[in-house]
Every structure is written in structure tokens, then in C-alpha cells.
């Protein structure tokens, strides 16, 4: 098992020395920093909280951030009207200031990609009074930071207004460029009357036409310093590098690509510059599906004398780039910042719209690229297979697989995950945005989670809700079974009533009267979460607009309206599930024990929980050992997580937001919130004591997935709602159109013969029929893991996958480290 950085297998001497200069970490003369800009007035602030709501982590340090950015801002020379301008003219002109006229630009040594600094936070640009009215609605006694802590405190999960996590119109702007969509700003601000040029409508879109010009004008700066560095080089090679940047960047991206290089150099300018307008780094800020929108610049350049290995160097230096996301921590994040958080996911392969596999060679290219660049992290490749995917593919995504600890790509199972975004548009109501015609468009966002390209901003992990939470209060009527502890306080809050009253479970004589008990309890639980979001997600939209974002998703030009405000086409929020095997699991224990079996009551099964199975070990056996378990394609059980997943997911679809009108819809991505959230709510029927891990995402719960990974991958595919036949032909449901994360993890040995090999590659398309949306492999080696969590010095670079992402495995924290040392690696197929 390799110990430090992957030794590079083709690597250009140019691509190597930008790879190497990047893992040199905080030893690096140049790096990407986080910089701080403001008004200069005493009220301002820069840092958001609200978009890290759903990250627990962050929550001590939420005032810091604010404190910290604010002390260390520059003050940046404003407008004489800036005062006069509305909020979202504020923004476009001042964070088109702060990367136009004052980040400084370079050019590294050999980079083919010009665009090096994005990570910024940037002035609210608000007033005083609107500054008060803002720290009110966050910081008072019902705010949101007091109201997502209590929620997340006592067992509920998170929520928050999450910036990125969507697809912007990458393949919309390379086709008419900055011009064509200047010109249609320009055409939808004529057509207003002069009242409506008065109100918001007229300021977003003037705030629209001012950050459209912020990508020519940072593209003309890093021409001049082009020109400028071309003037004085010496070798005639990297002269002739620097004076084809230099066109390139007075060409675009105001003028739409031709080149293969032109295409990337404006996709990147694009893209930075979408991070930077949220002041957010990269997370789920995705390219969409690369290969398809940049194969007609490939075949033109190639056809035109392109060398392959160059296509590759531009590549290479486009990588890195993306890297430099995780400069924004260097100095203060573990492993040089470098925590796999961010996820630039771009997608590959995959069906078009009749069916027929889109795979092309700047498909098998990027794959090389990013085969030879490992285990570098960004950007996150996705690659869609199908029940016909080439050969050539599954050989090589299996090579991969063998050879990467940690797999660096996540699998994405276009029949399942199609179905899905079939069934967002049904329930939804959207038959005219999502249709037969454009379900193969679709990609992956962030982590996994689906949504269309351009014109979708889905809110796909802004909701994240603990499942089990329902049964702990159907145990209490209603009550937590404990009182919530305040480390901060030392004190015990008292219980009292939260959910309905259910009535009291030792009083129900069947399993039905507990199971509509708990259906009542998660509709509970679903609407607090609803009313929960509403609170960040209106203040967003009030205090928080992204106007060079909104110009690159579709919807919010034509109604002039903030892709915050909910101007994009398709308009939803995720609400993603936690905790759901180790619910099913619970439902199951409690049938089996008190009802089926009658092997305890009620009054001892709470008491055993109360006591956290100390004293009770014979009965926390029988309720592991005996009880059916959800992922052994066990009927049973599948049928129970059937009713679970079809509980809370009608529950979501009745609910909308009131502030945007964006629709809720279901999802399933634990993140990392089913180790932390063990810690929070009691033991569970399960057999799970307090203080240890709950399932992870639509995953078996780790160690109870003992009938091998194609039983695993039966339960999964059933409780999103299995096939049906409709006119002789299979038919693929799918109830949840976010997706679902599994994760399967195997021993590297079982690669060891050709036969295998094939098993292996059958299993995936045997998942492709039977399985999910999407599935994440671990080659787990547990003795390698232990290893490194000993000596973590000489295991920097080994990647794992956790949950739709992958990650340093000495960067995620002991409890994590420990789940996947216990996660149950599979020796057959």
C-alpha cells in the first residue's frame, strides 16, 4: 500500500511540477488564500453563516468567522452613488471591484490556465439599518442560529440556505459567450416599463449587466500580464505559450470558444468566478457533463492538429487549478486545508436522448488525466454507467477501482437516476421542464445528488433529517426520552413536549397502533424541518443576492429575479434522509420483540434504551442478531424499508417553501451526520448503544450487511420503488430524485484473477438493473487503515471513500476513521 504521494504514471515535466508545487502545501510562495474585503463602515461583516448551518463542525467557530474576516478586511475605494444603488447593484459592483481592480494576478511557472486567486469574502454590502434588521432575524431569541441549534441539538439534523449545489449554464455560455448574454440582459431590461425599471426587477437586472462584464475584464488583465510576461522570457517555447494565453484571453470568454484550449481557458475564468460571487469556495459547484459540451471544440482542435498530449497538459493544468479551492484553510485546516469538502463534481459517460451511449475519447482522455494526476482531489469525477455501457469503460473504471484506495470516482446508474428526476417532474409538477426529451441531460451535482444543467438550483443537501428522531419520540408521546445536556452550560434543559401527542406506547396493543404513531411523528418532524429552512431561506433571499451567478442559470434573466429568490426554472429543496437503516432496523426490532415474539414489553424494551443496554445485553442481542435486518434482500425487512421511504417522502412533497415557493423534494446523503448524530440521540431498538454510529445514507447498517454486496444492492433497489413492466418493457421507479448515496466496500484481494475481474464487472451491471442511483466502492484494506491512523505522517495522501465523496483518510476524524475500519469489506462477489 503506497504511504506518500502517488508517483505520477505520464505526467508532463509541466503538469508534474504544478502537481508537486501544489502538495508542498503551506511551504508554497504562491497559494489562494482566503482574502477579506469591506465598505470600510463599522457595521459590515463578510462571512455568511448561514450556508455552513449544515455543517456542525462550524458551529463554535461561526462568530469567529465573522470577527476574524472583519478584522482582516481592506477596505476597497467605493463608488460616489454606491449608497444610492440598490442591494444587488451593491454586490455586483463591489465584488467585481474586489476581483477586477484589486486581486492581484499571476501566471505559474508552465500553467497553460490563467486564473489564479477566487477565494474571497466579500463585503454584505449593507447598510446600517439593514445590517440590524439582518443580525436580528440570526441572532435573536426564535434567529436562525438559535432555532438550527436547537434543532440539531436535540436529535432533529440540520438546516441552512446552502450556497452552490448546482449545475450552472456552462454550455450556454461557450455558445454565445459574454456578448450573447449581455445582449439578452440588455433586450429583457428594454422590455420593461419604467415602473418596473424602478423596482427590484430593474435593479437585479442592472446588477445582472454589471457583473456580466466582471469575466472580460479579469480575462483582459491576465492578458496584459501574459503579454508582459511574454515580453520578458527568454525561452522561445514558453514565449510562444504565453502570446497564444494572451489571444486566447482577448478572446474569451466574451467571445464564444472555437478551440479546445479556448473552450477550457473560459470555462475556468467561468467558474472561479462563480465561486468567488458566493464567496464559497467550490462545494458542489459543478461542471456538468464535460465531455459532452467540450467534445465538438475537442474534434475541431484535434481535426485541426491538436496534439493529444498537449489536450492533456491544458487538462492537467485545469486540475490543479481547481485544487487551489482548498487554499481558502490552508493555514488553519488540517492537512494543509486539503479536507475533500468542496466537491467541483464533472460527469462522464452516460446515455444521450435516445437511449444510445454517449461515451466519446475526450470521455477515456479525462479519464487518463485523472488516472495520472491521483490522488489529487478536484474536480470530483462522476461517471454514468448503464446497462449498456462500452466494454472499454467498465475495464477501465475496474482498473481504476484496483488501483486507487478510495476509488476517485463515484458511479452514477443512469436508468435509476433518470427515473428519478422522471418522478420530481411528475410530483412536481414540471411535465414541460423535465420530459422524456431531456431526462438523459441530467448530472450529478456536489457530492451525487441529480439535477438538471443551467437552469436548476435544487438546494440538494440544504435539509438533512434524522429519520430516527420520529421513533425516539414515539417512545416519549411525543418528548425526547432524555433531557437535552448543554455542555456549554453544564445544566440540563427539561424535557417537554415536542412532537403530538401520539399516546403512550406501553399502552399500544398492536404493532399498527406504533407504526401510525410513528408516521404521525414524521410528519412531525418533517414539517419542523420545513418551517426550520424557511427562516435561512428567506433571509437569503433578502440580504444575500448572487447576481453573476443568477446570469448563468436559466429563469432568472427572463423574471428578473435572483437565483436566491428562486428565479431559476426548477426551483426545489432537497430534504435528505438520516439515519435510515438504523430506522428500519428499530421498526423492525420493536415488531419483532414486543409484538411478533412478545421476548420483552414495551415498558422494558424503553428501559433498556434508558439504561443504554447496560444490564439488558441479552435482549440488545436478540434485537441484533435475531431481528430481521434491511440489506440481506430480506422481504421482510425490504417491505418495512419500503414503508418507511414512502412515509417521509409523501411527507416531503406536501410542503413548500413560502418565502421562494421552491418546491421540497426527497433525497438520501448522510454526509458525515450518521457518526455525529449517534452521539446526540439515545440507544436504539436495534441494538445500537448511545455514543456509537448510525447507518450511513440508504446503506445496510455497518456489520449487518452479511449476505454479500448483490443482496445489499437488491434491498437498495427495492425500496426505491424496484421495476415495473409497462407495455412488455421494464420500467425503473425511483421515489427519491436526489439520489441516494451507497456505499459497498470490498477487499483488494478479491481482484486477484481475471474471473473475478469479470464477476466484478457483472456486479456493476447487475447493479445498473437491481441497484440505486448511485454507488461509491471501497477497496478497504482494515489492517492499512489502522496503520494509518497510528502513523498518519507517512499516509497523507491515502484516499478513502465516506459517503458520496472522497476523502484524505487522516483528515476525517478519529470517529469516521473508525466507521470505515468497521464497515464490513467484502472478499466475493
Known sequence: METGI????????????????????TDRK??????????????????NELTYYIVPETYPFLQTFRSSFSQTARKIKLCDDFWDKSLPERIAWFNREVMVRYLPVEILPGDLIAGGRFNIQTSSCLTKKETRDRDRRVYG???TRASMKWFHDHGYGNSGATSGHLIPGHERLLKIGWKGVRQELDEFYGSLSEEEKKGRKGAQLRAMMTASTTAVDLAARYADLCRDSGRKEADTIRKRELEEMERILRKVPFN???TFHEALQALWINHMLIMSDENYPGPGVSFGRLDQYLYPYWEKSIAEGMDREYAKEVLGCFWVHANTAYDALIKVGGNQGITAGYGQLLTLSGVG??????????????????????????????????????????????????????????????ERSMAGMDEQSRRGGIPDLINKSNLADYAPVGCLENTMVGNDRSGTVDNNLNLYKAVE????????LFPFFDPMTGKSEKVKQDGPRTGDPCGFKTWDQFWNAYVKQTAYIVKRCVNLYEKSESLRADTAPTPYLSCLVKGCAEQGKDVTEGGAEINFTTMEAVTYASTVDSLLAVKYLVYDNKICTMEELIQALKDNWKGHEILQAKAKNK?????????????????????????????????TNRQFRPGMLSWNYWVGDGFILPASPDGRPKGTFFSNAICPVTGMDVNGPTSNSNSVGKVLGGKELVDG??????????????????????????????KFKAFLKGYARNGGTALQINMIDSNTLKEAQKNPADYRHLLVRVTGYNAYFVSIGRELQDELIARLSHDKI
Open 353 to 414: 436522448p435516445d437511449g444510445e451511449d454517449k461515451t466519446n475519447d475526450l470521455t477515456y482522455l479525462i479519464l487518463e488525466v485523472i488516472d495520472d494526476l491521483s490522488p489529487i482531489l478536484e474536480p470530483k469525477p462522476n461517471i454514468r454507467i448503464h446497462r449498456n455501457s462500452p466494454e472499454k469503460l467498465m475495464n477501465i473504471i475496474v482498473d481504476m477501482i484496483m488501483s486507487s484506495q478510495g476509488a476517485p470516482f463515484l458511479l452514477n446508474f443512469d
Open 256 to 258: 464564444p470558444p472555437e
Open 6 to 25: 502517488k508517483e505520477p504514471k505520464n505526467l508532463s515535466s509541466r503538469v508534474k511540477w504544478l502537481r508537486d508545487y501544489y502538495f508542498e502545501g
Open 141 to 143: 431569541k426564535q434567529g
Open 473 to 480: 419520540l414515539v417512545f416519549g408521546n411525543g418528548r425526547d
Open 627 to 659: 431481528a430481521p435486518k434491511f440489506g440481506v434482500d430480506d422481504y421482510e425487512a425490504d417491505r418495512m424499508g419500503w414503508e418507511v421511504m414512502k412515509a417521509w417522502t409523501d411527507e416531503v412533497w406536501k410542503h413548500k417553501t413560502k418565502s
Open 729 to 758: 418493457e421494464e420500467h425503473y421507479v425511483n421515489i427519491l430524485p436526489n439520489g441516494a448515496s451507497h456505499t459497498i466496500s470490498f477487499n483488494p484481494s478479491i481482484f486477484g484473477t481475471e474471473a473475478n475481474r469479470n
Open 30 to 47: 504562491w497559494n489562494n488564500e482566503n482574502t477579506s474585503w469591506t465598505t470600510g463602515e463599522d457595521w459590515d461583516f463578510q462571512h
